[in-house]
């Protein structure tokens, strides 16, 4: 399904300002690869940061071996995370790494200015990428309330606060479609913008996003995973009525 939108989707290009990010729990390391979670591509800067020396395109793999941490910490278009030396000499933003291939996206251009996102929904890529250890578990759970029903799909991770909110973004863009929105709702998408751009702590009140259908609704969550330490659950929720 296509969603025809005229917003730029924020990738490692935006300034920085200082800011703490969560780093991964000590007792975890990394997975045997990490890959790019930026479209079209994540930026690779020098040792000091002052230049942009080369890029990755989106969803390159990365063998973690090449990657170490620095402490280095930093605020990227919202996104809180930690500069990764890479191969020792240069820097890439951890919050635009993730610990399995990321949903796959596609931006197709159309009239002046005008393209369309399109993309794999959480269902789709939960099956696809559940098991591991850093996503252990995909689930589904079904509501039939004898005529209005719903369906809710949860997967768990262990990630940093920003790299989660990055594939949350990531899975937003691709299921609203704010231009075809009709006028009443322009403070939905005044807020859909919001969700693009600022940061969220990781802590406290889950992170969402509704919108609805003539035939029902649908919300987009990021919320703490209580049972895991640096864990979240993405959610994807939709229901009839």
Request: proline share 7%; hydrophobic share 40%; aromatic share 12%.
């Amino acid at each position: 399904m296509r969603f025809w939108l005229s917003i730029i989707f924020l990738t490692c290009g935006a300034g920085f300002a200082p800011a703490l990010a969560t780093p991964y729990p000590d007792s975890l390391s990394f997975p045997d690869s990490m890959h790019v979670a930026a479209f079209p591509h994540l930026n690779v800067r020098n040792a000091d940061r002052s230049l942009v020396v080369g890029n990755l395109p989106d969803r390159t793999a990365i063998v973690s071996t090449r990657l170490a941490r620095t402490g280095v910490r930093e605020t990227i278009g919202g996104l809180a995370g930690e500069w990764l030396a890479l191969d020792d000499t240069l820097r890439v933003f951890d919050a635009y790494l993730w610990m399995a291939d990321p949903p796959w996206l596609e931006r197709i251009e159309y009239g002046d200015s005008q393209f369309a996102w399109e993309g794999e929904p959480l269902q789709e890529y939960g099956r696809r990428v559940t098991g591991r250890r850093h996503i252990p578990v995909f689930r589904t759970i079904n509501e039939d309330y004898g005529g209005p029903g719903g369906d809710i799909y949860e997967l768990e991770v262990i990630a940093t606060t920003g790299a989660a909110l990055n594939l949350f973004r990531r899975l937003l863009i691709c299921a609203y479609d704010p231009v075809r929105m009709p006028s009443p709702y322009e403070d939905q998408r005044e807020r859909f913008q919001a969700v693009l751009r600022d940061n969220w702590d990781g802590k406290g009140e889950p992170l969402w996003f509704s919108w609805g259908t003539e035939g029902g609704g649908f919300t987009l969550s990021l919320r703490p995973n209580e049972a895991a330490h640096g864990g979240y659950i993405l959610s994807f929720s939709s229901g009839s009525c």
